[in-house]
């Protein structure tokens, strides 16, 4: 059973900066490419960015790209999210998820995603 776990969450003001980090358990964590998520009250959960099994692609939703980057340490299991010039519209619980299928290219997609972390609560304030 694969083990998800973010970190990293809190409060900011608007115009600040934050890393999240999710760790994974296993010893297969670098066949399989990676993705962040996230959930607004009220909204559904919508894509971030997602990352390849060795980093070398990695993808953004339009309203994250330019601020917010996506990379990965697979000698840790640990793949991060990098958030700054934090609006107060980033304000989500974040959720790592891994890609379903060892060896898959990166996806925007949340049905190709089957492990999925607890989620880590971001606040930017005005």
């Known amino acids: 059973q694969v083990q998800l776990v973010e970190s990293g969450g809190g409060l900011v003001q608007a115009g600040g900066s934050l890393r999240l980090s999710c760790a994974a358990s296993?010893?297969?964590?670098?066949?399989?490419?990676m993705g962040w998520f996230r959930q607004a009250p009220g909204k559904v959960r919508g894509f971030v960015a997602t990352?390849?099994?060795?980093?070398?692609?990695?993808y953004y939703a339009d309203s994250v790209k330019g601020r917010f980057t996506i990379s990965r340490d697979n000698a840790k299991n640990t793949v991060y999210l990098q958030m700054n010039s934090l609006k107060p519209e980033d304000t989500a619980v974040y959720y790592c998820?891994?890609?379903?299928?060892?060896?898959?290219?990166?996806?925007?997609?949340?049905?190709?995603?089957?492990?999925w972390g607890q989620g880590t609560q971001v606040t930017v304030s005005s």
């Open positions: 990352i390849s099994r060795s980093g070398g692609t990695t």
């Open positions: 998820a891994r890609n379903r299928i060892s060896y898959n290219s990166a996806s925007r997609l949340e049905r190709d995603y089957d492990y």
């Open positions: 296993g010893r297969t964590f670098s066949v399989y490419s």
